[in-house]
Each structure stands twice: as structure tokens, then as C-alpha cells.
């Protein structure tokens, strides 16, 4: 994932409205955390590439991530085109303090609504139309009951028990992996093993023949420069 503006002006103007939105929010985010997103905020004023998932939440946040790089926007709309979740009930399982795959997701729904499951979301129940915070780690198939479709964005411990999920229930799902492009958004991240993510797609694609899913569908969105693999199932 990256964000990268050219025009020195627009750099700086940016940069300067993730300044006012910490300095407003402060509570929201730990020490550690800020310290991250007012670096990550300095990287960006001087051209470089941005790289920290908190620091492009608050860009989505604000609005500041050109279209053809936002990766929020892209998996959305990919999400819509699959499945069309205007009135669909969605699952998002690790929504990140910000919500912004769940808000998105909303804002192209009528009906439909999602809950999110995440323990370090800063948004309350209540805060937003048809998004149900739920505070705690997603428990599996029991958390999937009621739901139509099972999503998360740069899932990695979560994949599995989300895919294991959406096939105990026949749900279907959509989900973004870690792989060794996007893993440095994540300071605490695992290191990523490539065999062991081809194993899993692999076992995967086995799982989801095997069930009333349908096929395994990859997908990249390299129409913004983004490699890493979406995996999500296809009917009929």
C-alpha cells in the first residue's frame, strides 16, 4: 500500500491536515501510535512513499488518498462487483481503529449493514448508521450466523478462521492477505512466509470445491498497484 503525491504544496497541505486530525483525536491513539502516524505523517511531506496503517486510515479518513492508489476504495468496490452488498449482511472481521473498509461499505449500502468485529477499534456502537461494533476477537461459525457475506481486509491470523467460517456456513467471503508487499504497514507483524500462504490458498481453493461455495477466485488489484492476493469464493 502506498500514497504518493507529487506536488510539494499538496504534500504539505496534507500533511498537515493529519496533524490537525492527531492533535483533535488525540485520545484515540497510544503514545507508540502517535509517534508512528506524525513520522509517518513527516515521510510523507518529503516525498516518500507512505507506509503505516494507521497513517493511511486517518488519509482515508480524510478523504486525501487519490483514487487510483486508495486500496480501501478498490477492495470495496471489488467487494460490490462480487457480491453486490447493497442490501447485504456483511461481517468484517478486524476492522482497525477507524473503520474504514465497514464505513465504506456502508456508504454504497441501503438496506444492508455490517458488524465488525475488532478489539482495538476506537468507534462505539451507535457512532454510525447500520455498523455494530463488537469489541472482542471473532469466535467463528457461531459469530457468522445472520450474516451473507464474511470480509476482512489484510487478514492474517484471522484468515483462516474466517474462510473456515464462511464454508462451516455457507457464507460467502472475501479477504485480503498479508504477503511480503503489505506486511510492513504492520509494525508487529509476523513475518510472512510465502510457501505457507500459497499452502493456504492452496488448501483453500480444496475447501471451498468441496462445499456449496463454488471456486476460488484470486484477485490483485494492480489496477492501483497492489499485488497482494484477494481470495473469495464464486457460486455455480
Known sequence: ???????????????????????????????EERERIINGAGSFSSGFTLYDYLCLQICDELGIIP???????????????VFNIENKSVIEIGGGKLLRVSKRITSMQDMGRVTVYDTNSTCKNGEY??????NRKFNGASDATGADVLVGLLAHSSAKILV??????????MVAL??????????????VDQ?????FIEETEEKVA???????????????????PIIYNVRG
Not at 2 to 26: F, G, P
Not at 164 to 173: L, V
Request: glycine letters at 4%; zero cysteines; aromatic letters at 12%.
Open 1 to 31: 500500500m502506498k500514497l504518493e503525491v507529487s506536488d510539494k504544496k499538496k504534500r504539505e497541505e496534507y500533511t498537515d491536515q493529519i496533524i490537525r486530525y492527531l492533535q483533535a483525536n488525540e485520545n484515540l491513539f497510544t503514545y
Open 67 to 81: 483514487d487510483d492508489q486508495n486500496p480501501y476504495k478498490a477492495f470495496v468496490e471489488t467487494l460490490n462487483d
Open 129 to 134: 448508521p447500520n455498523i455494530i461494533v463488537v
Open 164 to 173: 473456515k467460517s464462511a464454508i462451516e456456513k455457507d457464507k460467502d467471503f
Open 178 to 191: 498479508f504477503n511480503k508487499q503489505n506486511q510492513n504497514l504492520f509494525y508487529e507483524a509476523e513475518e
Open 195 to 199: 510457501d505457507q500462504l500459497n499452502r
Open 210 to 228: 468441496g462445499s456449496k461455495l463454488g471456486k476460488l477466485k484470486i484477485k490483485r488489484l494492480n489496477e492501483i498497484g497492489e499485488k497482494y
